[in-house]
Nanobody, 127 residues
Framework: QVQLVESGGGLVQAGGSLRLSCAAS????????MGWFRQAPGKDREFVAA????????FYADSVKGRFTISRDNAKNTLSLQMNILQPEDTAVYYC????????????????????WGQGTQVTVSS
């Protein structure tokens, strides 16, 4: 089993930055694909970013490309999301997720491919 715990959420003004972290425990996740998803009030959960164990292989939603950066430290079993130039529409609960093995294409974007989830951390961007 894998347990995931997010941290780093908070309140920030538009144009500001936040860095989310996700700590994995239970087993090493170095070979797992990991991702970030978010869910705004009244909306479906949506894909934000994903990364394979070979950290150069990353995927982003168009809405965050160029502003968010996903990274991982396999030695520390952690996942991060650096969020810059935040906008009010980025307001949501952000979830860390993991799936066994590498992902490819839709496997990286689809939340039903991820078997492990954190409890979420709130990000609120004020205008």
């Amino acid at each position: 089993q894998v347990q995931l715990v997010e941290s780093g959420g908070g309140l920030v003004q538009a144009g500001g930055s936040l860095r989310l972290s996700c700590a994995a425990s239970g087993r090493a996740v170095s070979s797992y694909a990991m991702g970030w998803f978010r869910q705004a009030p009244g909306k479906d959960r949506e894909f934000v970013a994903a990364i394979n164990w070979f950290a150069g292989n990353t995927f982003y939603a168009d809405s965050v490309k160029g502003r968010f950066t996903i990274s991982r430290d396999n030695a520390k079993n952690t996942l991060s999301l650096q969020m810059n130039i935040l906008q009010p529409e980025d307001t949501a609960v952000y979830y860390c997720a993991a799936q066994r093995g590498p992902c490819s294409g839709y496997e990286c974007y689809s939340d039903d491919r991820y078997g492990y989830w954190g409890q979420g951390t709130q990000v609120t961007v004020s205008s």
